[in-house]
């Protein structure tokens, strides 16, 4: 029977789940769509994602892949496995993809937001998907200082304990910095993360932001490849991933 590669592309509210990657006797989002596809054909399949977010992290466009030799139409897949999935996964899209596509391997960048809700008062309505922060926030000297996160450097100093990467030099492709109303984002586009690399440089912009730091302050923090050095690593519930891009590289701003 012929072997197909079927791509999904995924959003989740990673709030009740502790992370992408399955782990027993935990719920994660891989183990929730696993199960659902082997509710589907009878067989549980081995699913890629695009990467691993951690617990409470949220997406509006994870990319991952499984094969199969069921017959059934892409949209069978989606409709069917949603059948299964609770309200806070949905499969937004299904397609047959070539057998050598990998969504790790073959990914060129992808693109994370963090949002921080910056009202006095925060909106019920924004608990599970942004961090609150009270007082003044300067999204112009976050936006300034965050020039000096793009390109290609050593990020050791945005990285907690518990990466299993080997190398720590990243390259980052745009970090933009606006205000949306009472709401800042940040959002990142890289070529790759290291463990909590966007919370680590959320936090730290907005102590920036609060006029605790000065903007050249972010320069000396990438050159000192000391995470001590670095700001808070701000919650995961801020923290979503946007999208990832298999197309050709970017370049730099």
Known sequence: MDVRNIRLKIAYDGTDFSGWQTQPGLPTIQDSIESALEKMIGQRPKLIGSGRTDAGVHAHGQIASFYTTAKYHPSKFQNAVNAYLPDTIRILNAEDVSVAFHPTLDAISKRYQ????????????????????????????????????????????????????????????????????????????????????????????????????????????????????????????????????????????
């Open 114 to 253: 963090y949002r921080v809700d910056n009202r006095p008062v925060l909106d019920p309505m924004n608990l599970r998907y942004a961090h609150h922060v009270v007082g003044p926030l300067d999204e112009n000297a976050m936006a300034e200082a965050s020039v000096y996160l793009v390109g290609r450097h050593d990020f050791a100093a945005f990285q907690t304990v518990g990466s299993e990467r080997v190398s720590t030099v990243r390259r980052i492709y745009a970090c933009d910095v606006r205000r949306v109303g009472t709401e800042v984002q940040i959002e990142v586009e890289s070529n790759g993360f290291l463990y909590n690399m966007v919370r680590t440089i959320a936090g730290t912009l907005v102590m920036v932001g609060t006029g605790k730091w000065e903007v050249d302050r972010v320069r000396d923090i990438v050159a000192s490849c000391d995470r001590k050095k670095a700001g808070p690593t701000a919650p995961a519930k801020g923290l979503a991933m946007m999208w990832v891009n298999y197309d050709q590289p970017r370049e730099i701003k």
